[in-house]
Structure formats: C-alpha cells, structure tokens
C-alpha cells in the first residue's frame, strides 16, 4: 500500500485554475523531487498536501486513510486540521524561525504544544535531531546568531521533531548563498539514507537527479511527465521537458 495518494486534485484562485487535476502515489521512504518553471503550480500542490490551501476537487490519502476529499474537508474544525497536518511536514524557503527561541527551542516548541511527550523526552529528542544536522553546539544559539544554512538545517529538524508521514520541502535552497546550499543538501542527502519520505519541490537540477526515486515535471498547473531520474532527465518524452530541461542547462 502507498504511504500517499494524491487523485485528481483541482485548486483554482478565482478565475485561474493552477491545479488542474494532479495524480500520482509515492511509496514509504521514497523521494519525490518537483521541478518545473515559476507559476506552474507546485508550491500550490505542496500547501494543499499540507492543508495550508484547500483544493476545490480530488482525494489526498495517507496510510489508507482518506485526510482530504474535496471542498467540504476545509470546513473542518481547527483541531481536526491540526491533526492531518500532522502527516506532513513542511520545511518553507525562509526558514520561519521563532527569533525569541534558540535552535534547540525552536525543535521544541511543537512538541511541548502537544504535550505529548515530557520536557525532558521532548529535550532528549531535540538534542538527537541537532546532532543528526550537525548543530549540537549550536543548541543554545537564536538564529539571528546562525547562518542562512544553519538556519534552514534548525527548520529541518524542527520538521522533523514532530515525527510526520512524509517530510515536504518548498525550495529549501532558493533563499541560501550558493556557498551554502551545499550543506542543507547534504542534510537531505542524510534522510534519505534514514528512509524519510519526502517530496522536495527543488530548482536543483543535480540534487534532484541524484537523490530522487521519482521526478515530476510540471507545467501550467498539470504533471507533465513523471518517471524515475534517468527517465525524466535522460530520456523525456514532453516537449515542455525537453525544451525546460534545455534551458536550464543553457544557464549551467
């Protein structure tokens, strides 16, 4: 059974439709990349996944359990929205740390909200996930003291601490220095080897190549191709690959 299905799903902003029906299924510990131009619906995909925007039509299923079937889930009330976000995590392009907290504070705050967990487990989890990016004497520091990449590392493990389904991230690179963008992907890489689920929406051509298990391409709100790595960037059969894939390489 896939760990997520996503069916036929439509979202529309007023009288521009940017998901024009969206199908595909990612299977336990497999990594997704998303790539495609500006406007071609792919952060709008990750938000309605993470039930930050609500999709007019189509089904999500996680672990089998419908979490989303059209507009009528939208109504939902806040507790029951809290929990199918819980499916997912979401790492965004500029990173969204609490400035009043530290590092280790900030992989804290959901878990102490949910309170589940005692404060010194919810600690003890924090402390995992700093050494796990590589930050553990970094714990104390806020992120005015901290790095653009060592920042995005911190939205990492705070994703993280919340134990999801399956671990989004939109453009995680985009807002770093070119110097910097290394080490956040190299974080990455490391999940992968833990058997995270992940969907990466990523203008990083290599990253996405060697990392992914599946690639989608998108354009004007639809996948217009889907494959493995070689399949999409060796041997595209869309026009609007091709000629995407041309230009990016043009840029190189």
Do not use: W
Not at 112 to 134: N, P, T, V, Y
Not at 207 to 225: P, R, Y
Not at 239 to 248: D, G, I, P
């Amino acid at each position: 059974m896939s760990i997520l299905e996503v069916k036929n799903l439509k979202k529309s902003f007023g009288s521009s439709t940017v998901l024009k029906g969206i199908n595909f299924t990612l299977e336990k510990g497999e990594v997704l990349s998303i790539i495609g131009t500006s406007g071609g619906g792919k952060t709008t995909l990750l938000r309605c996944l993470n039930s930050l925007e609500f999709a007019e039509e189509g089904q999500i299923i996680v672990n089998g359990e419908v979490i989303f079937e059209g507009e009528s889930f939208s109504k939902q009330k806040e507790k029951e929205l809290r929990l199918r976000r819980l499916h997912f995590g979401l790492v965004f392009q500029q990173f969204n740390l609490f400035p009043q907290y530290t590092a280790r504070e900030n992989i804290m705050l959901a878990p102490k909200l949910m309170g589940k967990e005692s404060k010194e487990q919810i600690e003890q989890e924090a402390d995992k996930l700093l050494a796990r990016i590589g930050l553990t004497e970094k714990a104390d520091y806020y992120p005015c003291m901290l790095s653009g990449g060592q920042q995005q590392r911190v939205a990492i493990a705070r994703a993280l601490a919340m134990k999801p389904d399956i671990l989004c991230f939109d453009e995680p690179t985009s807002a770093l220095d070119p110097e910097l963008t290394g080490e956040v992907l190299k974080v990455i890489k490391g999940l992968k080897d833990s058997d995270t689920t992940m969907i990466v929406v990523t203008h990083e051509m290599g990253f996405a190549q060697s990392v992914s298990d599946k690639v989608i391409f998108m354009a004007q709100g639809q996948i217009e191709e889907m494959g493995t790595p070689e399949e999409v960037f060796e041997h595209p059969k869309s026009e609007k690959t091709k000629a995407f894939l041309a230009h990016v390489n043009d840029k190189d």
